[in-house]
């Protein structure tokens, strides 16, 4: 146990260190990936306020602090891609990752997390910016932010887990990106990125209901800007730990038998 | 036409260009289930924003950003030198090297997207309003490779090729709406900073009967002047390019 804290602390480390290297290239990244929710915010500020100031029960200013808070929990949800597999397997890193004594999870999950607070103390300065433009009406209770920070985490552990799950998948076949992109899409429509889910119709809601994506985008936005009451916010919690769970599941299998089959081709 | 070999991934590309019109579908829907218009523009005439808003992104990396990829390598590696000692003009060398050939399956979806719209419209495209659509998508084209050369001619030294594509491709998804919905500060950034309100806005205008002979003009003078900038900023540029061997 003690080892397996060291090694995580130092590959935050590690992560940390590079990452604050590398701060232009992250600003640029981070303001890249701010334009698309301006756009949705624009777009649906401007519906609101031509209905006369609300849509699906956001106003302006809810849609404002919808958005702003998005930004924090998208770049939280920022984990190893599933098209990083291709290169690992293609320049052989994979091999090596292979001969280690520890699952390679660990390592992305440290490094992850450890650029997590790089990409929080970089995200203060454009959340005042899109602050003090859009004018949120946003007041959280101290509670409410204590139980943001778990859903934050916890949005970031059922992405990471059910990505590199996701990404095993090329240890089978190698023309994986139309199924990354449907993952993409489905992702984008059910999760709360592209709107919130209150305004699409009913059957996309329940849909959305049965499947993780809004436990890691949507569900923790709502804690923070107050569209959940302790009881909901305590079952989103639950509802995150067993995705997580689910995926950590689903990763172990296909780790196994991956690799295995992933062994039996090059040897 | 190296990538001619690889059939199967014009098959990808389809799927990917069907599932971002489907993606672009479903926001417009959302939109219009809950309002009749977004500011005075109707849902087929929104249509036609995303459909030159497609067809202007093939076009980009078609032809615009792979070459843009390959003179920021070649300046890394130094192998700009290469480009350099022929006779002929470098800036027209570096622009037109490399094309992504797969890429125009998103100039022949925006087409479609576009002509779908058009059949929608109210009032039918004239031939002055047709005109003026290929006009003006022209300079927008041009426009934007002007933005993307300067870009890469200065950037380079701070940060990666990769950055400023993720960057310029966060901010293009700005274009698929018409620029009037911004607030002022940000459609002045999208018309003269980075030059989507001219490339998209403003040839989906002409297709609506909505371009102003003045947008025309101020739309042409404004491309002179960002070539002569480009020029300067290339020739500049140039001059600080020490080769491989410095």
Redesign the interface.
Known sequence: MIAYTRMYAGWARVAILEQFQYR??NY??M??????P??YL??WS??AE??GGA??GFTAGDLAAYYIVWTLVRNMNIVLTPYAWEQRIKEGELVTDLLRPVHPVHRDLAYFGGWKLVVIVMWLPIAAVLTW?FRPSLDPSAAEIGLFAVALWGGFFVRFFALWALGLVTLWTT?V??LF??YF?AE??LSGR??PLS??PTWVQTLADFLPFQWAFQFPIETLIGRRSTAEIWLGIGMQALWTCVAIGVTAVLWRRGTRRFAAVGG | MNELQYRVNLVVQVFQSALAVATGLVGLWLVFSQTDDLVGWGAPELLAVMGVHIAMGGVIQMVIEPNMAKLMDDVRRGTLDYVLTKPADSQALVSMREVRIWSFVDVVVGAIVLGVAVVNLERSVGWIDAAGFAAALLLGAIMIYCFWLILTTTAFRLVRVENILELFQGVYQAGRWPVAIYPFWLRTSLTFLVPLAFAITVPAESLTSRLTPGTFVLASSFTAALLIVTRIVWRVGLRYYSGASA
């Open positions: 232009v290239a640029f990244y303001i890249g990936m701010v334009a698309e301006v756009i624009v777009v401007t519906v031509q209905r849509v699906g433009i023309r990106s139309a992109e449907l899409t984008l429509l592209l709107v305004l699409m």
